[in-house]
């Protein structure tokens, strides 16, 4: 055995294992060179055990919980020990199991600092557990903390995470030297919240605004589904604001593709290029996202192909093989999800919910029961949306009796998505007593949603029960729901045009209409030739 005070007085063994510490890829060589910290008696030793806990943590090819076994092997822990595996807890699938050694904690006499409570502040948010997040923030006021700001900033994420942003404001407002997290924070707030007046009114009255404050709006007005106002505070931001960063472009790229914005999206590529703006994986998978919704499949290609020789990550898998999907081409998707096994990238419930949607619109019923299956059977989470995958698969393939009694028997309650799914199959296959079911079964679940009673109106009008049809209306009106107009959106040289039925706001509606007029004359002469045509051929 080494003698281990020799070992410690040796600076070059010891930098030579911190640096190869430094450099560790994967759990593989952390663990091989922990096993040579231990023979060599310096496992105590905070510089290798702070590095330890940080890569087994933190790194994304880390394993949190070997942190903790770590951490539990240590005779005397230090706080920045516990707040490293608390830390990797509150970001892991598991948050809860930061509260836990949270509490180890407490029970070993350790007293939690400043940065304990952040890590418990946003576990309490990614579990959405508002009586956890209160419970902290009383620990928090009872400690000494409450104005700190750090832990202020995170508690603004916390409530606003849970909805409560009376409750964020509060902590902002309490914040005596606001920096510019505490504003992005605050801002970002009410854009979850769907407040984007608020956040709007509180973005005009920053003392001054960095990249991250113009990416909060911009992502505020993208989730909210303002996608055009995205749009317009982007370009405000090129001429006001600070330059762009990747992030802001994914929230950019999301607009677009919601917005069918091709042009909008290819310009907005050239401009992460133009900027050498860093084609991050999010970035990487926005852009295919943008492309393959736009239908430009070919494109989504390109970038998806032009990643790297690398696997790549199942992100953008997911992305390529949605898009495929959306569009129809549902032999190419599952062609893809079988490159995607043999390059070795692990398929997750999105993939499935994907191959789902591929098959039920190729009326590949066997293929989706099979995909359905083995989700179930590999412990993976069956979530409402692959019920309603697997609802639309049968019911757009006739099998509507099969679906009816699928969603009779499924262990979750149906939702509007897989009852409308079914009602789809009901009326393109004109099962319209089953259709009156499912419709008043979808004015139950949402009676304040006006599709479902004109949806139920037209299923009465179809089979001629004008009276049925008439009471729709009548309890529309009674509900108060008044119907929203359908619009439609075309982009013409990057700038896109909103108009509805009969619309007569555009600048150019008049030449517009002249034309449509013209069309509308051409189409019906050449359904008089043809006519004519089959007349004389009789």
Same mark, same amino acid.
């Given at each position: 055995?080494?003698?281990?005070?020799?070992?410690?007085?040796?600076?070059?063994?010891?930098?030579?294992?911190?640096?190869?510490?430094?450099?560790?890829?994967?759990?593989?060589?952390?663990?091989?060179?922990?096993?040579?910290?231990?023979?060599?008696?310096?496992?105590?030793?905070?510089?290798?055990?702070?590095?330890?806990?940080?890569? /087994?943590?933190?790194?994304?090819?880390?394993?949190?919980?070997? /942190? *903790?076994?770590?951490?539990?092997?240590?005779?005397?822990?230090?706080?920045?020990?516990?707040?490293?595996?608390?830390?990797?807890?509150? #970001?892991?699938?598991?948050?809860?199991?930061?509260? /836990?050694?949270?509490?180890?904690?407490?029970?070993?006499?350790?007293?939690?600092?400043?940065?304990?409570?952040?890590?418990?502040?946003?576990?309490?948010?990614?579990?959405?557990?508002?009586? *956890?997040?209160?419970?902290?923030?009383?620990?928090?006021? #009872?400690?000494?903390?409450?104005?700190?700001?750090?832990?202020?900033?995170? *508690?603004?994420?916390?409530?606003?995470?849970?909805?409560?942003?009376?409750?964020?404001?509060?902590?902002?407002?309490?914040?005596?030297?606001?920096?510019?997290?505490?504003?992005?924070?605050?801002?970002?707030?009410?854009?979850?919240?769907?407040?984007?007046?608020?956040?709007?009114?509180?973005?005009?009255?920053?003392?001054?605004?960095?990249?991250?404050?113009?990416?909060?709006?911009?992502?505020?007005?993208?989730?909210?589904?303002?996608?055009?106002?995205?749009?317009?505070?982007?370009?405000?931001?090129?001429? *006001?604001?600070?330059?762009?960063?990747?992030?802001?472009?994914?929230?950019?790229?999301?607009?677009?593709?919601?917005?069918?914005?091709?042009?909008?999206?290819?310009?907005?590529?050239?401009?992460?290029?133009?900027?050498?703006?860093? =084609?991050?994986?999010?970035?990487?998978?926005?852009?295919?996202?943008?492309?393959?919704?736009?239908?430009?499949?070919?494109?989504? @290609?390109?970038? @998806?192909?032009?990643?790297?020789?690398?696997?790549?990550?199942?992100?953008?898998?997911?992305?390529?093989?949605?898009?495929?999907?959306?569009?129809?081409?549902?032999?190419?998707?599952?062609?893809?999800?079988?490159?995607?096994?043999?390059?070795?990238? #692990?398929?997750?419930?999105?993939?499935?919910?994907?191959?789902?949607?591929?098959?039920?619109?190729?009326?590949?019923?066997?293929?989706?029961?099979?995909?359905?299956?083995?989700?179930?059977?590999?412990?993976?989470?069956?979530?409402?949306?692959?019920?309603?995958?697997?609802?639309?698969?049968?019911?757009?393939?006739?099998?509507?009796?099969?679906?009816?009694?699928?969603?009779?028997?499924?262990?979750?309650?149906?939702?509007?998505?897989?009852?409308?799914?079914?009602?789809?199959?009901?009326?393109?296959?004109?099962? @319209?007593? =089953?259709?009156?079911?499912?419709?008043?079964?979808?004015?139950?679940?949402?009676?304040?949603?006006?599709?479902?009673?004109?949806?139920?109106?037209?299923?009465?009008?179809?089979?001629?029960?004008?009276?049925?049809?008439?009471?729709?209306?009548?309890?529309?009106?009674?509900?108060?729901?008044?119907?929203?107009?359908?619009?439609?959106?075309?982009?013409?040289?990057?700038?896109?045009?909103?108009?509805?039925?009969?619309?007569?706001?555009?600048?150019? /509606?008049?030449?517009?209409?002249?034309?449509?007029?013209?069309?509308?004359?051409?189409?019906?002469?050449?359904?008089?030739?043809?006519?004519?045509?089959?007349?004389?051929?009789?």
């Amino acid at each position: 055995m080494v003698n281990a005070s020799l070992l410690r007085g040796n600076a070059v063994l010891s930098s030579t294992l911190i640096t190869i510490l430094d450099k560790c890829k994967s759990m593989l060589e952390l663990k091989q060179v922990h096993a040579l910290v231990i023979t060599l008696g310096l496992s105590q030793d905070e510089s290798f055990v702070s590095r330890i806990l940080s890569f /087994s943590a933190l790194s994304d090819s880390g394993n949190v919980h070997y /942190s *903790l076994l770590v951490l539990l092997s240590l005779s005397n822990p230090t706080i920045f020990n516990w707040n490293t595996v608390i830390r990797g807890y509150s #970001k892991s699938k598991n948050p809860n199991k930061s509260v /836990s050694v949270f509490i180890k904690m407490l029970r070993v006499g350790i007293l939690p600092d400043y940065l304990t409570f952040p890590f418990l502040a946003k576990a309490s948010a990614r579990l959405l557990n508002r009586e *956890l997040g209160m419970a902290f923030h009383a620990h928090i006021t #009872k400690a000494g903390y409450a104005s700190d700001r750090f832990v202020s900033n995170s *508690l603004i994420h916390m409530y606003a995470s849970f909805g409560e942003i009376l409750h964020a404001r509060k902590v902002f407002d309490g914040i005596l030297m606001k920096n510019s997290v505490s504003w992005n924070s605050m801002i970002d707030g009410y854009a979850k919240c769907g407040d984007m007046g608020l956040a709007c009114e509180l973005f005009d009255s920053m003392p001054q605004r960095d990249v991250l404050s113009w990416s909060c709006l911009i992502d505020g007005y993208v989730k909210s589904g303002a996608c055009g106002d995205a749009l317009a505070v982007f370009e405000k931001m090129r001429v *006001l604001g600070p330059n762009p960063n990747e992030v802001t472009m994914v929230s950019v790229l999301c607009a677009c593709a919601h917005l069918g914005a091709l042009d909008k999206g290819r310009t907005m590529h050239r401009y992460v290029i133009d900027n050498g703006l860093p =084609l991050t994986l999010v970035l990487r998978t926005s852009l295919v996202d943008m492309y393959a919704k736009c239908g430009a499949i070919q494109e989504a @290609f390109n970038v @998806f192909r032009g990643v790297s020789k690398e696997p790549g990550d199942v992100l953008i898998w997911n992305a390529m093989i949605g898009g495929l999907a959306t569009h129809g081409l549902v032999k190419e998707s599952l062609d893809l999800f079988t490159e995607m096994l043999i390059v070795g990238v #692990k398929p997750d419930e999105i993939t499935y919910l994907n191959l789902l949607s591929a098959c039920a619109h190729g009326g590949l019923v066997k293929e989706a029961w099979y995909f359905f299956e083995y989700l179930g059977k590999h412990g993976m989470a069956l979530k409402s949306e692959h019920y309603a995958c697997m609802i639309d698969a049968m019911a757009r393939a006739g099998q509507i009796a099969e679906a009816y009694q699928f969603l009779c028997q499924m262990p979750i309650q149906p939702t509007a998505s897989m009852l409308g799914a079914l009602l789809s199959g009901c009326m393109n296959h004109r099962k @319209f007593d =089953l259709a009156e079911i499912i419709g008043r079964k979808l004015i139950e679940l949402e009676p304040h949603h006006d599709g479902r009673y004109i949806g139920l109106s037209n299923i009465y009008a179809i089979v001629r029960r004008w009276d049925k049809a008439r009471s729709m209306r009548e309890a529309m009106e009674r509900m108060g729901v008044k119907k929203s107009p359908g619009y439609s959106f075309v982009e013409i040289y990057g700038a896109l045009h909103t108009f509805i039925a009969h619309d007569k706001t555009h600048p150019s /509606s008049e030449q517009i209409y002249r034309i449509l007029n013209f069309v509308v004359s051409q189409m019906k002469h050449t359904v008089d030739y043809e006519n004519q045509e089959y007349f004389f051929a009789r």
